[in-house]
């Protein structure tokens, strides 16, 4: 099992262009979440999903898209990068136990 | 008012003694989670151990436990002899709400633990 992978690593964008982070975890779990994490603090919840084609926003979800088409794949889109979306992101699916699986996390800087 | 309190910044530990890094919580609901995670420099967030509301015994896994105090609503890591490799950041967190109908989970801001040779 590969468990949650993200990419990219590292991304760097302009103000205003647009990208999307991908998530994918092979668990066969059914939730699965993007947290954003600043400097010097804890994660916060942007976007959630409970199973395929349900979404749902979390703490901070203004400036971010998701989609789940798939158990799987779980992308979050950044419509128009703002200098403060600067952050790390981190996507992370949950067992039947409540026990949530962290991907990497994708650095991204938008200047 | 913040729902997962983190009052130490940075802590610092001798290797070998046994170390509690302190976490309160607020929530108005009868079942809840409660979690830590580390954080190694290399940023990966790695599950330590849970402690569910209903469940009476503090949980353990390995060198890590969790002293539950409900009625404080408290939540303290205490990790026994401390090795250099647990050097890191220290995240509580809860969720709140049933297992089966809640998914968010609340972050605390962290404690940064260092381990002296």
């Known amino acids: 099992n590969a468990g949650v992978t993200q990419t990219p690593k590292f991304q760097v964008l302009k103000t205003g262009q647009s990208m999307t982070l991908q998530c994918a975890q092979d668990m066969n779990h059914e939730y699965m979440s993007w947290y954003r994490q600043d400097p010097g603090m804890g994660l916060r919840l942007i976007h959630y999903?409970?199973?395929?084609?349900?979404?749902d926003q979390g703490e901070v979800p203004n400036g971010y898209n998701v989609s789940r088409s798939t158990t799987e794949d779980f992308p979050l889109r950044l419509l128009s990068a703002a200098p403060s979306q600067t952050s790390v992101y981190f996507c992370?699916?949950?067992?039947?136990?409540?026990?949530?699986?962290f991907g990497p996390g994708t650095r991204l800087t938008v200047l | 008012a913040q729902k997962i309190t983190q009052t130490q910044p940075g802590m610092f530990v001798q290797e070998k003694e046994a170390v509690t890094l302190d976490c309160t919580y607020d929530t108005s609901d009868q079942s809840y989670g409660l979690f830590w995670y580390k954080q190694p420099s290399s940023g990966e967030m790695i599950f330590l151990i849970y402690?569910?509301?209903?469940?009476?015994q503090n949980a353990t896994e390995g060198r890590y436990s969790l002293n539950f105090q409900k009625a404080r609503k408290s939540a303290n890591l205490v990790i026994s002899a401390s090795q250099l490799g647990d050097s890191a950041m220290y995240f509580c967190?809860?969720?709140?709400?049933?297992?089966?109908?809640?998914?968010?989970?609340?972050f605390g801001s962290g404690t940064r633990l260092l381990v002296r040779p």
């Open positions: 992370a699916s949950r067992d039947k136990r409540d026990e949530q699986f």
């Open positions: 967190a809860m969720r709140e709400g049933r297992m089966d109908s809640s998914y968010k989970l609340i």
């Open positions: 999903s409970v199973g395929a084609g349900i979404t």
């Open positions: 402690q569910g509301s209903y469940d009476e």
